[in-house]
């Protein structure tokens, strides 16, 4: 399966709105396991279809000891409450920030057989699956900041801020 580059930000199909996938065909399969294999490479736990140019609604969550996963199509359908997290972007190399997000949110999507999913998350799912499909909008982290003088730059030397490099 091959790993595909990730484009960065100020690219514009960061900026553009990924296409609802109206049937989940081969191409589609293999998108999939692209985005997975690209994921697992950058050590990410969360990529949107936009961050490797393809401009269809699917993205792939990988969480720290458990399998990855794949939404086609995902939407969220509830948000409660608010939380300030850290947060990072594979498209926004170098840099992280503290974003505002939901505590708890409902969301759908369909799976790789097509099959509906409904998914009631907090903590880190949750925060990724509203960064991912952000992506899918054309929205990055940056958004939800004030300014981007409040993007904090990575330490290389310390821990790397792993877990959020979404
Ligand atoms: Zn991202």
Do not use: F, W
């Amino acid at each position: 399966m091959p790993i595909r580059p990730i484009l960065e930000y100020p690219h514009i199909a960061l900026r553009q709105k990924a296409k609802k996938v109206r049937k989940i065909d081969r191409s589609t399969l293999v998108l999939a396991d692209d985005l997975i294999d690209t994921l697992y490479d950058a050590g990410g736990v969360g990529l949107a279809a936009n961050q490797i140019g393809v401009l269809r609604r699917v993205i792939a969550i990988q969480l720290p000891e458990e399998e990855p996963r794949v939404y086609v199509n995902p939407e969220i359908t509830y948000r409660e409450g608010e939380r300030d997290v850290e947060e990072g972007c594979l498209s926004v190399p170098g840099y992280h920030a503290i974003v505002t997000r939901a505590i708890l949110i409902k969301a759908k999507g369909l799976d790789r057989q097509s099959k509906l999913v409904r998914l009631r998350a907090e903590g880190l799912l949750a925060q990724v699956l509203e960064h991912e499909i952000d992506h899918l909008n054309g929205i990055l982290y940056l958004d939800h900041l004030e300014s981007h003088q409040d993007l904090i730059p990575n330490q290389t030397s310390s821990v790397e801020v792993e877990g959020i490099g979404v």
